[in-house]
């Protein structure tokens, strides 16, 4: 009998491999379900889910027990440090805010699999926006979202101020949100069939069906080297037939995914609701190889279809052949947030603690302007958002695509500033350059203005807010900020050492550390426990190879 079970699984695994050829009719619709199972136990505190082996499928292993491909094609895009720039020159900086978090998550992957990470995957300011922060809630639902700022000396450079601005999405309790049209895309190509893909990505979705209401209504729609859907829209208080349509699902195949979203748009309209939360969630590992394979030909697909009022998220699941550059752009194109999935706590952070941030948008296209005194601020360097960077005439043009606010999203962006006739200044003086004419008395207390723009979820046209940044507000000691300040500054320390910490002077790991621990306050969640905990793993790392 014994004998006949490892034939018969020889059998299955070489089939198998035959059907992950990339061959786009190699796999039907139907052939990545498999026979329902009981939902297995699964020990939450575990990196993937172990769950019992199906049929064709290795058993799973924890995720820090797996070994990397021999080539690791991981994919990301190339970021340039934002660079110090002059105000007498660019007075001006315009960008896009983003909530995103997926750089942060994949970062941890990497240290918990003990190596550092690419540096082009460390992008600072999804870093900083993974964190809560005790932000004041806006007092009224227009403008959605309070603004504050704050600054007081750098950390790593005593020359030099931190200027923090923060933006904070009034909330909306669960039982509240508008009634939703979800659609599940899900990649069941082979390069899903591992332990921290398809077997991670099931539970995840099903913590996310746990929380669904009767006004609820979820579709699933899967693809590998075809698509098909898999579940019919259904109401969100039927779980167990959700769950069970989940649970069925299987990987192999090849992986045509523009033909999936373009399925799953199709879905999406047909139960759309009007005035609700309309939404596909997108959950693969990037690895695109049949069909609509080039990024910007998937990018220019997801325009035209959002322009129907229908947003996609990402979920990025796995490691190895991991396509991070598309994830992220692809939410980005798509009216949505990108998250990294690389445990199940990770998946009840953003699929059922933050699920009214994740699904429930309250304002789209935000943009930030800053204009800076060029009498009060001689340098500006914006930390993060490389590539969220917008030209100046972007922020008045409302055709030009910025980020959205999920409901109780928070967004942290930072400059690091060099006061007129402080030892901070990096740029040597120009030989030629004009002299800065004095302020006026009116403006010579400002270091600058800041602008923001924003469109309410129904509307085209966007409402703009102006906030003079005045020069007294500047604390002069750190010791003076508040704790969000203190530990923002430290997860942008972090970020900025990652990626080769050029301006962060001798700032060293264990100064990061301390400013970190210095800073920790309420920690509800142990997510900034975590943070100095892979701090300390970066440190130990640091004379090692990066991944």
Known sequence: MKLQQVLLGIGLGI????????????????????????????????????AP????????????????????????????????????????STFSIDVDTGSYSNVRRMLNRGA???????????MLNYFPYDYPLPTTQDPPFSVNFEIAPTPWNKHTQLLHISLKGYDVPRSQLPPANLVFLIDVSGSMMMPNKIELLKPALKMLTEQLRAQDKVALVVYAGTEGVVLEPTSGDQKDKI?????????????????GIKLAYSVAQQG???????????????????????????????EEKRKGGISLSTLGFGMDNYNDELMEQLADVGNGNYAYIDTLNEARKVLVEEMSSTLNTIAKDVKIQVEFNPAVVAEYRLLGYENRALKREDFNNDKVDAGEIGAGHSVTALYELALVDSAGQRL???RYGAKIASSSVSKADELGLLRLRYKLPSSEQSKLLEYPMKRAVIKSELAASSERFRFAAAVAAFGQQLRGGKYLEQFSYDAILD??????????????????????????LSTKPRQ
Do not use: W
């Open 53 to 92: 082996a199906t049929v064709g499928m290795a058993a799973p292993q924890r995720m820090d027990a797996m070994k990397p491909l021999p080539n690791n094609t991981e994919k990301y895009a190339k970021i340039e440090d934002n660079p110090v720039k002059k105000v007498s020159e660019s007075p001006v």
């Open 243 to 259: 769950i069970a349509a989940i649970e069925r699902l299987n990987a192999g195949g090849s992986t045509n995914g523009g033909a």
């Open 272 to 302: 759309f609701i009007q005035g609700g939360i309309n939404r596909i969630l997108l959950a693969t590992d990037g690895d695109f190889n049949v069909g609509i394979t080039d990024k910007n030909a998937l990018r220019s697909l997801i």
């Open 515 to 540: 400013l970190g621990r210095g800073a920790r306050g309420e920690d509800r969640f142990g997510y900034r426990a975590e943070f100095l905990n892979l701090l300390s793993l970066a440190k130990t």
């Open 15 to 50: 089939l198998l491999g035959s059907c992950s050829s990339h061959s786009p009719n190699s796999t039907s619709a139907n052939a990545v379900l498999s026979t329902p199972k009981a939902a297995p136990q699964m020990d939450e505190s575990m990196p993937a889910a172990s």
């Open 428 to 430: 040597e003086p120009l």
């Open 116 to 126: 550092l990470p690419n540096p082009d995957a460390v992008r600072v300011e999804e």
